[in-house]
């Protein structure tokens, strides 16, 4: 690494890998890495996000090689061997996926070899052979769905036109992605398609068997899944479009609602009666307190997809003034700033705000208290309330990391998610 960040936000690939696969149901991570990798790989991730954690296994309670100096020595394949039997013997999951730690990717250890074994005595597992070193969280989301692309998705499936594939929301490393999940469901089903979230309502591995079927992708964030989905069209002929940003309020989710509905040639009098209805619903509540919040200079420190929604939804719909978004993840490759860039700065009413690309802790307080300009609300993680009281403003934690709020399927997406998002406005007043 080039530099060192202070309180990063998530943990190594590895940590990214483990949560994305925590999520599926019945789906087992095997680690072939050093002791105390599960836990503190769990912690990173599934820990700082509205404490709760995978409910099929996690954390201690992960299979693990626990490699030490002799498996460095003479290799760790033996001991990899008998986890992976223990593991089959003992959980009773569907699939067992191979996960290589820091220790066994320096050594080169064949995990593939092992899991070949496996397979060949009838049990499912599958080797994922990135090291934590290789990248971040983020990465480990594309990792676990190129492994599926490569090792699991079925091909020459028929295809089902009304079904529909979501990616982008991260589990975990947005401590909201169960509700956004749902909520994207329910706007979808609303409009008669079938939608594969993969990590709610007890989906699992066979749902993904199947993902090649479906008519589109739908990718909800500006940057991440890219490769995943070019192998996507070149391999099983399923396109993709992309949304950049969450979509938060009327406004934004009834611009995705149009956007799927172009994508699949839906019946344009039926779109437009469901957004009618949505749009009244929850206009029908904000007109009963419109002025209750007017008028905030707010600030956000978010991951790019969340801080694109929070931005749009308060400028274009609530008429709130943005005065500096920071995005705290990091993002390097210049196309995708510029397109997040664009999504901020592209209000209907406000001045466009201030945008600061940061993962240091230091550098986002910093950007904070230098602010010249007033603010009266700032909405980030945990890791900017103290930043908050000093400043004395109104203070929200609604981004990653978030270890003070207990979160099952709250949504802040989607039209009805934009009211709750409110309501925490007002009651943190």
């Known amino acids: 690494m080039s530099q060192i960040l202070e309180n990063p936000r998530g943990g190594c690939v590895l940590a990214g890998i483990n949560s994305v696969l925590g999520a599926i149901d019945r789906v087992c991570p095997v680690y072939h890495a050093g002791p105390g990798c599960c836990m503190q790989t769990t912690a990173s991730d599934q820990g700082q996000s509205g404490h709760k954690s995978a409910s099929f296994v996690s954390g201690v309670s992960l299979p693990s090689s626990n490699m030490l100096e002799r498996e460095v020595v003479f290799g760790g394949v033996n001991k990899l061997r008998t ?29 593939a070899s092992v899991a070949e074994e496996f397979k ?5 597992v599958y080797p994922i052979e990135t090291p934590g070193f290789a990248g971040d969280s983020n990465l480990g989301y ?32 947005d401590p909201f ?20 979230t993969f990590f709610t309502n007890h989906q699992g591995i066979d749902d993904i068997r199947k993902c090649s079927s479906a008519a589109l992708n739908i990718i909800i964030n500006p940057w991440i899944f890219k490769e995943p989905a070019r192998k996507f069209e070149e391999k099983f002929g399923v396109p993709s479009i992309r949304i950049s940003g969450m979509p938060i309020g009327a406004t934004d989710t009834t611009s995705f609602v149009r956007k799927v509905a172009e994508a699949l040639k839906l019946n344009k009098t039926m779109v437009d009666e469901i957004i009618a209805q949505e749009e009244d619903y929850v206009y029908s509540y904000l007109a009963q307190s419109i002025g209750a919040l007017s008028w905030k200079r707010f600030a956000v420190v978010a ?29 390097f490759r210049e196309e995708d700033k ?34 010249e300009e007033d603010l009266t609300l700032l909405i980030g993680s945990s890791s900017e309330r103290e930043v908050g009281l000093q400043k004395n403003i109104q203070f929200i934690t609604a981004s990653f990391p978030i270890n003070e709020r ?5 949504t802040y997406a989607g039209y009805r998610g934009s009211l709750t998002f409110t309501e925490d406005l007002y009651d943190n007043l």
């Open 142 to 173: 594309e990792v676990v769905w190129n492994t599926m692309l490569d090792q699991i998705i079925e091909v020459n499936l028929p295809k089902n036109e009304k079904l529909v594939n979501i990616f982008g929301i991260v589990p975990y490393h």
């Open 120 to 124: 060949a005595e009838g049990y499912n």
């Open 177 to 196: 992605w169960s509700g956004n999940l749902d909520e994207i469901k329910r706007i979808l089903n609303l409009l008669g398609l079938t939608v594969n």
């Open 338 to 371: 510029q397109r997040i860039i664009e999504q901020i700065t592209a209000l209907e009413y406000a001045k466009p705000p201030r945008i600061v690309f940061t993962a240091d802790q230091y550098e986002i307080n910093q950007a904070i208290i230098d602010e």
């Open 83 to 111: 986890t992976i039997q223990g593991a089959v013997d003992i959980i009773d999951a569907d699939d067992f996926f191979v996960l290589t730690g820091c220790t066994a990717g320096i050594i080169g250890d064949d995990i």
């Open 303 to 331: 991951d790019a997809s969340c801080a694109i929604g929070f931005t749009r939804y308060l400028a274009n719909d609530y008429s709130f003034t943005p005065v500096l978004v920071v995005i705290s993840e990091s993002i």
């Open 406 to 410: 207990l979160i099952f399927n709250r």
